[in-house]
């Protein structure tokens, strides 16, 4: 099915940026292009056409709702990655990195509202529907953002905050993205309803995981990010939340401008989510929330292509492992 939507998307996606490179002024579309051409695992376009299939809709149909997923998620990494000061997305210079920071924020603000733009292809009650549930998602992305950086300046912060803070910031949009779909596909309430579900509890899993890559990982390889930038960053994740409640952070030796510093805070780091049970702990809820999307799954009733189709993406999410 994947190769299916690959060609559907790949096609859609080279006319977008075809019409694009035609737009003025060229400095602010050449940004957008560039993101968009960096690739990636395109997840939540694919589950929009997942949604479509679910529902038995015309999959060719879903494909402006598919973009318009990609370019929204996009946008939203550009300026996570100004806000993070991120140097590398998919292993290349971030957008600001690359450019400059107002650039990377006019890019992604032209982004947002090309992701809106993409829905108005559908007719009018298509169109309105599918538009009030970005909408929605794109608040609670925001939210999600915010609490993220406020975090940074608090050490209370509990487990309960932070799968508060990236179920809004990460997981909605995994389940929006299904939502989409399936409206598309003209699908019932209750298959849009536990699609949703289905899509938020695998992307809870999916953030868990990626910020103990994030923690863990030796090199960037297809992870594509620079390691270690939670823990220099000083974010909360749930290997530094639980860590805290067990034990306090043992003192950095090294000040804050030696060269090495960031290097040993990592190693630091590593050493203190060991020894308190926390790296344990974290891919244990990973797992928690791969079976209660597992189970999710089992209980539709959908074209067992699709179902498959499904669970393999989760199970591959889950065996992301670096």
């Known amino acids: 099915m994947f190769n299916t939507f690959q060609h559907l998307f790949n096609g859609r996606l080279e006319q977008y940026l075809k019409n694009t490179a ?3 002024p060229q400095s602010l579309y050449e940004a957008e292009s560039y993101m968009l051409q960096l690739g990636g695992k395109r997840i939540r376009p694919y589950l929009v056409y997942l949604g479509a299939c679910a529902a038995n809709g015309n999959q060719a149909y879903a494909m402006d709702a598919a973009l318009c997923v990609e370019v929204f998620h996009n946008f939203s ?26 650039q990377s924020i006019l890019t992604g603000d032209v982004m947002f509202a090309n992701s809106f733009a993409l829905l108005q292809s559908y007719p009018d009650s298509i169109c309105g529907a599918l538009s009030k549930i970005l909408s929605k998602t794109a608040s609670e992305v925001c939210e999600g953002q915010q609490l993220d950086l406020d975090f940074e300046h608090t050490s209370q912060v509990t487990e309960a905050d932070y799968l508060h803070m990236i179920r809004l910031k990460t997981a909605v949009l995994l389940g929006c993205s299904l939502q989409l779909g399936v409206i598309t596909a003209g699908g019932k309430m209750e298959l849009q309803h536990e699609l949703y579900h289905f899509g938020v509890d695998t992307g809870i899993a999916f953030q868990i995981l990626d910020d103990y890559l994030d923690a863990f990982a030796e090199t960037t390889g297809p992870f594509g990010k620079t390691i270690g930038g939670d823990i220099i960053g000083g974010k909360k ?24 510093f960031n290097s040993e805070k990592i190693k630091l780091h590593r050493a203190w989510y060991n020894e308190t049970g926390a790296t344990k702990h974290c891919l244990e809820t990973v797992s928690k929330y791969h079976k209660q999307a597992q189970l999710r799954l089992q209980n539709l009733e959908m074209d067992a292509a699709v179902k ?5 993406l989760l199970l591959e999410l889950e065996q992301r492992m670096v």
Do not use: C, F
């Open 22 to 24: 035609l737009k003025n």
């Open 237 to 260: 994740t749930l290997l530094w939340i639980y860590s805290n409640s067990k034990k306090e952070m043992p003192k950095l030796k090294l000040e804050s401008h030696a060269p090495h």
């Open 77 to 102: 990494l550009i300026h996570d990655d100004w806000l993070d000061q991120s140097q590398l997305r998919r292993g290349q210079a971030t957008v600001h990195n690359k450019w400059n920071a107002p």
């Open 308 to 312: 498959n189709a499904l669970n393999t």
